[in-house]
């Protein structure tokens, strides 16, 4: 068997939140209670995104958790000409092509919502229409199903050209997708098990169409829940979503474990981040996590729980 190979890879919008921190514990639980590396790379590619100083705080709070990585953090805002590389293999095999479209062009083309946004109906296949220029590169999707096993969420099956379309690789300002940088960077650190939020879960199939061209291998994947709030929208820097507090990092890693079905006895919290952390590897059990792709995380205290 090949030794396990995780990661946890957040993009460096703001601080880490509880959100944010359920794949982190997550991901590194699954990896240690098998014995596994665990990675950990800054997915810092679309500067607007990037906050200023969020990379700094996240490996500062990771520390403060106990969740401490595997070798040298990996910076996607370095890796341009691995994913150039990419890039390169599948023009040679005729699977990209240029397009001229605007989101807002994207919109009124379109024939079918789709799953993450409008599908985009192929208009530049063929060339991209008079007077308009290139924006993007995109790849060429087919209809053949994309299936794989989620390790939580069971069997994941999507048609990328009807339910997705045709999806964009690069975009003229010289941003890579997060697609294909994930599925280059995946590849060359040798991960052999994603576990990451389940709003994710929609785009491996997309992952996995480009490994399967590129000739990758394709790892093991598991969508954890993702936490919400009460309205049930996804924490995040959009919904103000407050940062984890270093200060109380076992009774953060507590509620986590809680929130993915783990009950750590009282003395384990109590003891500091080593002592739970060592109780989660020790007792991590993917039965017991809720298989549901959205979750409000419980807000009471253990006395009423
Ligand atoms: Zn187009």
Not at 229 to 241: F, H, I, P, R, V
């Amino acid at each position: 068997m090949k030794a396990y190979r995780g990661r946890f890879a957040p993009t460096p919008s703001g601080p880490l939140h509880f959100g944010s921190m359920v794949a982190a514990v997550g991901s590194y639980l699954d990896a240690r209670s098998r014995g596994g590396d665990w990675l950990l790379r800054i997915d810092d590619l679309d500067p607007p995104r990037v906050m200023p100083g969020a990379a700094d705080a996240i490996l500062r709070c990771l520390e403060d958790f106990g969740l401490h990585w595997n070798g040298e953090v990996v910076f996607q805002s370095t890796r341009s000409e691995a994913y150039r590389d990419a890039l390169e293999r599948l023009r040679a095999q005729k699977r990209v092509y240029p397009c001229g479209c605007s989101r807002k062009d994207v919109e009124e083309a379109a024939m079918a919502a789709g799953m993450d946004g409008p599908v985009y109906p192929g208009t530049c296949r063929n060339g991209i229409p008079p007077g308009r220029e290139m924006r993007s590169l995109r790849v060429l999707t087919d209809n053949n199903p994309v299936e794989f096993e989620d390790r939580l969420q069971g069997p994941v099956r999507q048609q990328l050209a009807a339910e997705i379309g045709d999806f964009v690789l690069w975009r003229i300002d010289g941003i890579f997708s997060y697609h294909i940088a994930c599925v280059v960077d995946d590849a060359d650190s040798g991960i052999t098990h994603v576990v990451r939020g389940a709003d994710l879960i929609d785009s491996a199939p997309r992952q996995i169409y480009l490994q399967r061209l590129l000739r990758l291998p394709t790892p093991e994947y598991l969508h954890l829940p993702v936490a919400v709030n009460a309205d049930g929208e996804k924490l995040s820097k959009q919904t103000l979503a407050s940062a984890v507090d270093s200060g109380n990092a076992a009774g953060t890693l507590d509620r986590i474990l809680q929130f993915l079905g783990h009950t750590p006895p009282p003395e384990a919290a109590d003891g500091g981040v080593e002592t739970i952390l060592s109780w989660g590897i020790r007792n991590w059990n993917r039965e017991l996590l809720p298989r549901l792709r959205f979750a409000a995380p419980y807000s009471g205290t253990r006395a009423d729980r």
